[in-house]
């Protein structure tokens, strides 16, 4: 697998063999634009594994998924999100922000009352988050379990990057933390998506054994398609299971 510490050597190895070759310079050029690509290839895609381990699915043949929910708790459509959970009785994960846990205590607590899992998604998801250092992404990290830990008693252990952008740092707050970071294989692309119909056939075309389903509680699109998202996802004889289950891992320590 390419990580950071193998491709390094490798443009160490290159930058060594061009040296003995008496290779021209652009050719240092070359590597060092290769390396910069691939630097942020390993930082926009979760799945790379590039900087960090990330867990983006279960290993399962059985038709099995799990969904999670980004960016909430919010009182627009975490509640509405909740019932339908409740009524279909599917489990959720919901990783939240902790700033939104501090302004909504009510509806943390109520997201575990419920039976679904909560995970950690930082506590500002800042615009620059991802420029900020080890010790500062640490600090979001504990500051939201401590948050968590008040109002439900529960010991977070899943995190999930906001923007799903992994590095260097990030690596170092998460292995600080003993956190276990949790991606997905599927993007609902909620954020963006206009077309309930359109959305909801995308995402029933994907749904895989395995699978992790990314939303965001924060959208009035994923409350409307949700009851019917589920459905389909049952007509295809598919089962909605729990996170944790589906990935075999602790969701609390
Ligand atoms: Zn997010």
């Avoid at 999930?160 to 590095?167: E, L, M, S, W």
């Amino acid at each position: 697998m390419l990580t950071l510490k193998n491709c390094s050597i490798l443009v160490v190895l290159f930058f060594i063999a061009a040296f003995l070759l008496r290779l021209p310079a652009w050719v240092y050029i070359i590597i060092c634009l290769g390396y910069l690509l691939v630097l942020v290839w390993g930082s926009s895609r979760i799945h790379s594994q590039f900087y960090t381990s990330v867990i983006c699915s279960g290993n399962t043949a059985k038709p099995a998924i799990a969904i999670s929910f980004d960016d909430g708790p919010l009182p627009a459509y975490t509640p509405s999100i909740l019932a339908s959970l409740e009524q279909e009785n599917v489990p959720a994960c919901f990783f939240c922000i902790g700033k939104n846990v501090s302004s909504h205590p009510e509806l943390t607590k109520q997201i575990v009352k419920q039976g679904h899992i909560i995970g950690n998604h930082s506590f500002t998801h800042h615009g620059m988050f991802d420029l900020y250092s080890a010790s500062r992404m640490q600090a979001e990290l504990e500051t939201t379990n401590q948050l968590i830990w008040e109002l439900t008693g529960k010991k977070v252990r899943f995190f999930r990057p906001p923007y799903g952008v992994t590095n260097p740092n990030l690596a170092k707050a998460i292995k600080k933390t003993g956190m276990t970071t949790i991606g997905w294989n599927i993007r609902s692309m909620d954020t963006v998506a206009k077309d309930e119909r359109g959305l909801l056939e995308k995402l029933w075309k994907q749904v895989k054994p395995g699978a992790i389903v990314l939303f965001h509680d924060t959208k009035l699109i994923t409350d409307r398609i949700l009851p019917q998202f589920i459905a389909g996802v049952r007509n295809r004889g598919f089962e909605i299971v729990p996170i944790d289950e589906l990935i075999n891992e602790e969701a609390y320590a």
